[in-house]
């Protein structure tokens, strides 16, 4: 059971417009929701967070946004840049629950010149 | 430089021949996890570690082992690989979850080729 689902695999985007990678779940206990960041060959890399008491958090060009009554969140890169063409995983966790993160199945981000 | 290190980087095997990746980060983070990656499925949680001498079951234990006899070090062991067993591997630490930290830092990873 995918509780976490990212259900666009790939997302192609042009340099300077803005990209918008969504993330649904299903458990409602879920409070706290990452996204991370991953090149080939290297392992992913935090990139922002938002807290359930929240519905936006903001660090530079990237935003997400959390609808907790829909269950879904979404990260926005704008103005997207070449180098952020990777994958991107979406995680979610309990904060009463400890440290385990459920990930997402990823979107690969591809920004084209 | 804080980092979490996995050994080796790449490895080919046969089925049966046990087999350990190693672990370490130099952060002092009590937690640390194992993840497998797998197309289509994402980061799967394979075992974690609270702390020293404390470890769990994740989502996907079946064939695996781990340890943790020093906070640094969280190997993970395949006893008797197998071909389902081919995925990329990432190990990750954090601080405890006490000091409202959630954000993992994940090592390099280790590409895993059981034939």
């Known amino acids: 059971d995918q509780q976490v689902k990212q259900n666009s695999p790939s997302l192609s985007v042009q340099e300077g417009r803005i990209s918008i990678l969504n993330c649904d779940y299903t458990n409602s206990m879920f409070d706290y929701f990452l996204w991370y960041k991953k090149y080939p060959a290297e392992g992913p890399t935090f990139l922002i967070s938002i807290s359930s008491i929240k519905d936006k958090n903001e660090d530079g060009r990237f935003t997400v946004f959390l609808n907790k009554s829909a269950k879904h969140l979404s990260l926005h890169i704008v103005p997207s840049q070449p180098g952020d063409s990777a994958v991107y995983f979406c995680?979610?966790?309990?904060?009463?629950?400890?440290?385990?993160?459920?990930f997402g199945t990823g979107t690969q981000l591809k920004v084209e010149l | 430089e804080a980092q979490v290190t996995q050994n080796p980087r790449y490895l080919i095997t046969v089925t049966g021949k046990k087999l350990t990746v190693t672990c370490s980060q130099n952060?002092?983070?009590?937690?640390m996890s194992w993840y497998r990656q797998d197309p289509g499925l994402g980061l799967r949680q394979i075992y974690y570690?609270?702390?020293?001498?404390?470890?769990d079951k994740g989502d996907v234990p079946e064939g695996y082992k781990v340890s943790r006899k020093e906070k640094r070090n969280f190997p993970l062991i395949l006893e008797s690989p197998s071909p389902n067993q081919t995925s990329l591997y990432f190990c990750a630490s954090s601080v405890d979850r006490n000091i409202l930290s959630y954000e993992q830092y994940f090592g390099p990873g280790t590409r895993l080729t059981v034939t």
């Open positions: 952060m002092n983070h009590e937690y």
């Open positions: 995680a979610a966790t309990t904060t009463g629950g400890g440290n385990k993160l459920t």
């Open positions: 570690s609270m702390n020293v001498e404390v470890t």
